[in-house]
């Protein structure tokens, strides 16, 4: 529906009230009334009527160019509200780590473009603890991040993620169909740095054993390569090792270990609309 703004405007530049109503297919009513509401708003006379056509008054005059301020900033917003509802020029920041990055993340965002192809990605990869860090600072629209290693921010599971444990060929232990995690604390142990929050280090806190943490490692693909050169066990996430078993001995733990992988967020209302737009996309995904 057109605004008053714009249809006293358009009465104007026409010169006409019955050439403004059949442009815009209003009755001339319609259009009439439009313009008395301004004239109650205003308390005042905007438009001279005489038999030879129409006229602004004095005051009509100079009530003009906020008008059309008004009429040309409401054209704006329409367009902005239109170029929002397409994502132009929209870009998404995303926090996120290792195996999201390479598994479903490549493939959601692709599908995503192709419904709005000028829509942009900005991801920076990082652990639990950063990735809490740049949505609560705004660095990031959301993140990916376990779930249980992100208070104070909003969450939604996708999935669950449990680890295995991961040998060099030959080591002893892979002569056992399932490890424990006592088999484990005799080893030396390389620790995927996960931030401030640990899914091993907690497995093994809870089991009262204390672990020989000789590295840790943030990239989990390092910690493969590491364990293929016999440097130490490892326990690693299923999806992370999909398609990298080569040179390695992978069984399962006794103890089960496993993240709530989780959409992150610090204020659904005040993300913006293109990040709520994709957010919405991966959750239908899941």
């Known amino acids: 529906m057109l605004s008053r703004y714009e249809i006293f ?3 104007m530049e026409n010169g006409s009230f019955t050439k ?3 442009e815009l297919g209003y009755s001339q009513s319609a259009v009439s009334q439009a313009v008395r509401t301004l004239e109650q ?4 006379v905007l438009i001279d009527r005489k038999k030879d056509g129409i006229g602004l008054t004095a005051d009509g005059e100079q009530y003009l160019p906020y008008f059309q301020q008004i009429y040309q900033a409401e054209k704006n917003l329409e367009r902005k509200e239109e170029e929002m509802k397409g994502l132009t020029n929209s870009a998404i920041r995303i926090g996120t ?3 999201v990055s390479r598994t479903f993340l490549p493939r959601l965002m692709m599908e995503f473009k192709k419904q709005y192809p000028e829509v942009r990605f900005i991801l920076q990869q990082g652990e639990y603890t ?6 609560r600072n705004g660095s990031v629209d959301f993140g990916f991040a376990n779930a249980e290693a992100v208070p104070g921010l909003e969450t939604s599971i996708l999935y669950k993620d449990e680890m295995a444990a991961v040998l060099p060929k030959g080591h002893p232990l892979t002569g056992k169909q399932v490890i424990s995690l006592k088999d484990l604390e005799q080893e030396p142990f390389i620790l995927l740095d996960e931030g401030e929050y640990s899914v091993p280090e907690q497995a093994f806190r809870r089991a009262g054993l204390h672990p020989k943490i000789e590295y840790k490692v943030y990239d989990d693909y390092s910690i493969l390569a590491m364990v293929r050169q016999s440097l130490g066990v490892s326990a690693m996430y299923k999806r992370v090792l999909e398609g990298f078993e080569a040179g390695l001995a992978v069984r399962p733990v006794k103890e089960r270990m496993e993240r709530p992988v ?16 994709f957010v919405s996309y991966v959750r239908l995904k899941f």
Do not use: H
């Open 41 to 44: 708003e205003t308390e005042t």
């Open 9 to 11: 405007c358009k009465v």
């Open 97 to 99: 780590f290792t195996s």
């Open 130 to 135: 950063s990735i809490a860090q740049w949505v």
């Open 20 to 22: 403004t109503a059949e």
């Open 262 to 277: 989780a959409l992150v967020w610090k204020d659904w209302n005040t993300m913006p609309f293109a990040a709520r737009k």
